[in-house]
């Protein structure tokens, strides 16, 4: 299922997560031909249950947030395509990253989901979504057609780009 995050779907997910116990988190970043991930768009996934998800990404207006329950799959699996290994090779491609062992991450594996807030962006749409842990808050949303993330809801970039919780 994906869905388009408003008030509405925002309850919905609310109802859902709250207070679930993140198992693992991924994070969706483009690589270029030479091999860098690019951090200025991202997709985050994350795996409570062991084996339930929710994904965060752009949604195609780009400045709402896409929902999807299901895990990302890759669109270029092997084998391979000859023209699309070509497409490769001169583009780069999205890939999936887990990230639990970096420290921020890694700081809110094993914790429930104690509160999730709406982002809202400066021209008021509901542009993310804040989950706060223990003593940590993570941050998703959507910049000009880019998925950010940030840390903590006092995140001084984020207040710069205009985004409030709610």
Same mark, same amino acid.
């Given at each position: /299922?994906?869905?388009? $995050? !408003?008030? =509405?779907?925002?309850?919905?997910?609310?109802?859902?997560?709250?207070?679930?116990?993140?198992?693992?988190?991924? #994070?969706?970043?483009?690589?270029?031909? +030479?091999?860098?991930?690019? +951090?200025? @768009?991202?997709?985050?996934?994350?795996?409570?249950?062991?084996?339930?998800?929710?994904?965060?990404?752009?949604?195609?207006?780009? =400045?709402?947030?896409?929902?999807?329950?299901?895990?990302?799959?890759?669109?270029?699996?092997?084998?391979?395509?000859? =023209? !699309?290994?070509?497409?490769?090779?001169?583009?780069?491609?999205?890939?999936? *990253?887990?990230? !639990?062992?970096?420290? #921020?991450?890694?700081?809110?594996?094993?914790? +429930?989901?104690?509160?999730? %807030? &709406?982002?809202?962006?400066? *021209?008021?749409?509901?542009?993310?979504?804040? *989950?706060? *842990?223990? !003593?940590?808050?993570?941050?998703?949303?959507?910049?000009?057609?880019?998925?950010?993330?940030?840390? @903590?809801?006092?995140?001084?970039? /984020?207040? =710069?780009?205009?985004? &409030? $919780? %709610?």
């Amino acid at each position: /299922m994906t869905v388009i $995050l !408003n008030n =509405e779907t925002f309850k919905d997910l609310t109802k859902d997560l709250l207070n679930l116990k993140v198992v693992e988190i991924y #994070l969706v970043q483009y690589v270029s031909p +030479n091999g860098e991930a690019d +951090n200025s @768009d991202v997709e985050l996934e994350i795996v409570y249950n062991k084996d339930s998800f929710f994904r965060l990404s752009s949604a195609s207006d780009g =400045e709402r947030v896409t929902i999807h329950r299901s895990p990302w799959i890759d669109p270029f699996t092997e084998p391979v395509s000859l =023209e !699309n290994q070509r497409y490769i090779n001169e583009s780069g491609k999205w890939r999936l *990253f887990v990230v !639990n062992d970096h420290p #921020l991450y890694a700081s809110i594996i094993g914790k +429930n989901i104690k509160k999730i %807030q &709406k982002i809202i962006n400066k *021209f008021g749409v509901l542009a993310g979504l804040a *989950f706060t *842990f223990d !003593n940590k808050t993570l941050c998703y949303c959507v910049d000009c057609d880019e998925g950010k993330i940030f840390w @903590d809801e006092d995140n001084t970039e /984020m207040g =710069e780009l205009g985004f &409030k $919780l %709610q």
